[in-house]
């Protein structure tokens, strides 16, 4: 019902830049929150940013300072802005949506295939 596609994944040495894209299509109608999560091998999934409708944004303790999540709302599209790249930000990189059904008292959560991330010299 609702579609992310991630793109903007790649290869970058300590310090370089990445930005990320999240585009979301279909019944997007409900959607009330949008957000980036990462996962690296043996680690648990942890939520980085998320950016609900009204423009308000939260962040990861590891990533303030460094990495910026915004919304193009025209386009549908999230975008994560990475900046001075850590080897430990090395990770699969999730887009994620959240509707939230205040009817029937349930959170739903879809997600996007992943983007891979490395950093490394």
């Known amino acids: 019902q609702v579609q992310l596609v991630e793109s903007g994944g790649g290869l970058v040495q300590p310090g370089g830049s990445l930005r990320l894209s999240c585009a979301a299509s279909?019944?997007?109608?409900?959607?009330?929150?949008m957000g980036w999560y990462r996962q690296a091998p043996g680690k648990q999934r942890e939520l980085v940013a998320s950016?609900?409708?009204?423009?308000?944004?939260n962040y990861a303790d590891s990533v303030k300072g460094r990495f910026t999540i915004s919304r193009d709302n025209a386009k549908n599209t999230v975008y994560l802005q990475m900046n001075s790249l850590r080897s430990e930000d090395t990770a699969v990189y999730l887009c994620?949506?959240?509707?939230?059904?205040?009817?029937?008292?349930?959170?739903?959560?879809?997600w996007g295939q992943g983007t891979q991330v490395t950093v490394s010299s």
């Open positions: 994620n949506a959240r509707e939230i059904n205040t009817d029937y008292g349930y959170e739903y959560d879809y």
């Open positions: 279909g019944s997007i109608f409900g959607i009330n929150a």
């Open positions: 950016i609900i409708s009204g423009g308000s944004t």
